[in-house]
């Protein structure tokens, strides 16, 4: 179910402790591609992140070109 997907990432961003506070990333999607924007604090962030929508069902990849770190 690909229109779910964004929504999902979102779900399993905000049940994460260590990234639910990070208010200023958004999660879309092209099909089966996560896309994240926004800001984020650090790169360890950023791959918790990638990490959580790679294991996310039914996310075939993550783009974060739209994401600024720092």
Not at 6 to 26: Q, S
Request: hydrophobic share 40%.
């Amino acid at each position: 179910d690909d229109s779910g997907l964004a929504k999902r990432v979102a779900l399993a961003f905000d049940e994460d402790p260590e990234v639910a506070d990070l208010d200023r990333v958004w999660v879309a999607q092209t099909g089966g591609t996560v896309v994240l924007k926004g800001d984020v604090p650090s790169q360890d962030k950023l791959n918790k992140l990638v990490e959580i929508a790679r294991g996310t069902y039914g996310a075939t990849g993550v783009k974060t070109d739209e994401v600024k770190v720092g």
